[in-house]
C-alpha cells in the first residue's frame, strides 16, 4: 500500500444518511488529499453491485469496508438511552450473514420508527413524508433521523414552525437547567437549523420530544462479538456523547478487558470551536490517546463526513487532521485486519 495523506475512517453515503455515492465519495476524497476512507453507514452494508462498481474503478483514493452500529451500553450501565452509542466496524466482510442479518432487524426498526417521527412531525404542523425521506437513500439503505431532518428543512414551508417551537424552547429554558443547556447547544451550533430540530423535537432532555415506545437495542460485548466474526475491528465511536452515562472509569475497564480493539480519538470537528463542547472535547480526546497507549489500542477516526463540504472543511484543518496522518499503516501493522474486505 502507497503511503497515505490524510485519512479519515468514518463517513456516510446514501445508504444511509450521506448525499454521496460511494464512488463520489472517492472522487471528492482524492480532491482533498484524502488517501484512504472508510464506508460507514448506519446498521447497513453495500449490496453487491456496489462492491463490485468499486472493485473495478481502481480509484486512487483507498476504501475500507465498515458499518456504523446502533449498540447498547455495555452491560454495567442500566440507566439511559444510549442514542448516540456507536460501535464501528473497520474491516467488515460486507457478505457475512450474521452481521447482514443484523442489519435486515435494524432496518425493520428503523423504519418502524421514522414512520412515527414523521407522524409526530405531521401533528406538530410540519410538512414532510416517509415518500420524500425514502428518496434519499439507496435501494439498499436506510434512512435516519438526519434524513428525515434534511427533508424538513428542504421544505421552505417549515420555517414558520421550527422557529416557533424553538421561541417555545427559549421559553422553557428559564425554567430548566437541562432544557437551558438544550438551547443554549442549538443557538451556537454552526449546523443551524439541523441541530434545532434535533434538540428540541429527539434529544431525551427535550420537553417537546416526539414520543417513541423504547427498543432494547444488543448490548455492546455483542455488537463488537458481532463485529470481530465478521472479519472486522471494532472501534468506540465519538464517545464524548455519552461520558454521562459511560464514564471514564468503566471506559478504562473496558479498554482494559480488551473489550474493544480501538478507540475513536479524532471527532466531531463540527463542534471543535464551540465554546459549550470545545475544552470537554480537548480533555476527551486527550483522555482516549492515554488509553489506547495504556491498554494497546489503535486510535481511529476522521470527519463524520455526510457531504462534500464535510471533507472539504476537513482537508482545510490541519490542526485537526494532521492526526489522521498513518493512522491505517499503524492499524494494518500492529492488529492485521483482513485487507481483502478493502482496496489497500
Same mark, same amino acid.
Given at each position: 500500500?502507497?503511503?497515505?495523506?490524510?485519512?479519515?475512517?468514518?463517513?456516510?453515503?446514501?445508504?444511509?444518511?450521506?448525499?454521496?455515492?460511494?464512488?463520489?465519495?472517492?472522487?471528492?476524497?482524492?480532491?482533498?488529499?484524502?488517501?484512504?476512507?472508510?464506508?460507514?453507514?448506519?446498521?447497513?452494508?453495500?449490496?453487491?453491485?456496489?462492491?463490485?462498481?468499486?472493485?473495478?474503478?481502481?480509484?486512487?483514493?483507498?476504501?475500507?469496508?465498515?458499518?456504523?452500529?446502533?449498540?447498547?451500553?455495555?452491560?454495567?450501565?442500566?440507566?439511559?438511552?444510549?442514542?448516540?452509542?456507536?460501535?464501528?466496524?473497520?474491516?467488515?466482510?460486507?457478505?457475512?450473514?450474521?452481521?447482514?442479518?443484523?442489519?435486515?432487524?435494524?432496518?425493520?426498526?428503523?423504519?418502524?420508527?421514522?414512520?412515527?417521527?414523521?407522524?409526530?412531525?405531521?401533528?406538530?404542523?410540519?410538512?414532510?413524508?416517509?415518500?420524500?425521506?425514502?428518496?434519499?437513500?439507496?435501494?439498499?439503505?436506510?434512512?435516519?433521523?438526519?434524513?428525515?431532518?434534511?427533508?424538513?428543512?428542504?421544505?421552505?414551508?417549515?420555517?414558520?414552525?421550527?422557529?416557533?417551537?424553538?421561541?417555545?424552547? %427559549?421559553?422553557? $429554558?428559564?425554567?430548566?437547567?437541562?432544557? /437551558? *443547556?438544550?438551547? #443554549?447547544?442549538?443557538?451556537?451550533?454552526?449546523? +443551524?437549523?439541523?441541530?434545532?430540530?434535533?434538540?428540541?423535537?429527539?434529544?431525551?432532555?427535550?420537553?417537546?420530544?416526539?414520543?417513541?415506545?423504547?427498543?432494547?437495542?444488543?448490548?455492546?460485548?455483542?455488537?463488537?462479538?458481532?463485529?470481530?466474526?465478521?472479519?472486522?475491528?471494532?472501534?468506540?465511536?465519538?464517545?464524548?456523547?455519552?461520558?454521562?452515562?459511560?464514564?471514564?472509569?468503566?471506559?478504562?475497564?473496558?479498554?482494559?478487558?480488551?473489550?474493544?480493539?480501538?478507540?475513536?480519538?479524532?471527532?466531531?470537528?463540527?463542534?471543535?470551536?464551540?465554546?459549550?463542547?470545545?475544552? %470537554?472535547?480537548? $480533555?476527551?480526546?486527550?483522555?482516549?490517546? /492515554? *488509553?489506547?497507549? #495504556?491498554?494497546?489500542?489503535?486510535?481511529?477516526? +476522521?470527519?463524520?463526513?455526510?457531504?462534500?463540504?464535510?471533507?472539504?472543511?476537513?482537508?482545510?484543518?490541519?490542526?485537526?487532521?494532521?492526526?489522521?496522518?498513518?493512522?491505517?499503516?499503524?492499524?494494518?501493522?500492529?492488529?492485521?485486519?483482513?485487507?481483502?474486505?478493502?482496496?489497500?
Amino acid at each position: 500500500m502507497e503511503k497515505a495523506l490524510l485519512q479519515t475512517l468514518h463517513c456516510h453515503t446514501r445508504n444511509s444518511d450521506g448525499v454521496l455515492t460511494c464512488k463520489e465519495v472517492l472522487d471528492v476524497c482524492a480532491q482533498n488529499g484524502i488517501g484512504v476512507v472508510a464506508f460507514t453507514d448506519h446498521d447497513t452494508l453495500p449490496d453487491k453491485k456496489q462492491m463490485t462498481e468499486l472493485r473495478k474503478s481502481n480509484h486512487a483514493t483507498k476504501y475500507i469496508w465498515g458499518i456504523e452500529v446502533t449498540s447498547g451500553y455495555p452491560k454495567e450501565v442500566t440507566e439511559g438511552d444510549p442514542h448516540m452509542f456507536h460501535i464501528v466496524g473497520l474491516f467488515v466482510d460486507p457478505t457475512n450473514k450474521d452481521l447482514a442479518g443484523f442489519c435486515k432487524k435494524m432496518h425493520a426498526i428503523r423504519l418502524s420508527r421514522l414512520k412515527l417521527k414523521i407522524d409526530g412531525f405531521n401533528k406538530l404542523g410540519f410538512k414532510v413524508s416517509l415518500d420524500e425521506v425514502l428518496a434519499t437513500v439507496t435501494d439498499n439503505g436506510i434512512p435516519t433521523s438526519l434524513n428525515l431532518v434534511n427533508v424538513l428543512i428542504s421544505n421552505k414551508e417549515n420555517k414558520p414552525a421550527i422557529e416557533k417551537y424553538v421561541k417555545r424552547m %427559549k421559553k422553557l $429554558s428559564e425554567k430548566d437547567e437541562k432544557v /437551558e *443547556l438544550l438551547y #443554549k447547544e442549538m443557538v451556537t451550533d454552526e449546523r +443551524g437549523d439541523k441541530q434545532k430540530y434535533f434538540n428540541t423535537f429527539m434529544r431525551d432532555e427535550s420537553p417537546l420530544k416526539i414520543g417513541l415506545p423504547e427498543h432494547k437495542l444488543p448490548d455492546m460485548d455483542s455488537i463488537v462479538s458481532l463485529i470481530r466474526k465478521a472479519q472486522g475491528l471494532a472501534v468506540l465511536a465519538h464517545w464524548s456523547f455519552e461520558r454521562e452515562n459511560f464514564g471514564r472509569e468503566l471506559l478504562d475497564k473496558i479498554c482494559k478487558e480488551k473489550r474493544i480493539d480501538g478507540l475513536e480519538t479524532v471527532y466531531d470537528l463540527f463542534l471543535l470551536d464551540n465554546p459549550l463542547w470545545k475544552e %470537554k472535547l480537548k $480533555s476527551d480526546r486527550a483522555f482516549l490517546r /492515554e *488509553l489506547a497507549k #495504556k491498554y494497546n489500542l489503535f486510535t481511529s477516526g +476522521g470527519v463524520d463526513a455526510h457531504k462534500d463540504g464535510d471533507f472539504n472543511l476537513f482537508s482545510s484543518r490541519k490542526n485537526y487532521n494532521r492526526e489522521t496522518v498513518g493512522m491505517v499503516e499503524r492499524i494494518t501493522r500492529g492488529w492485521n485486519p483482513r485487507l481483502s474486505n478493502s482496496s489497500l
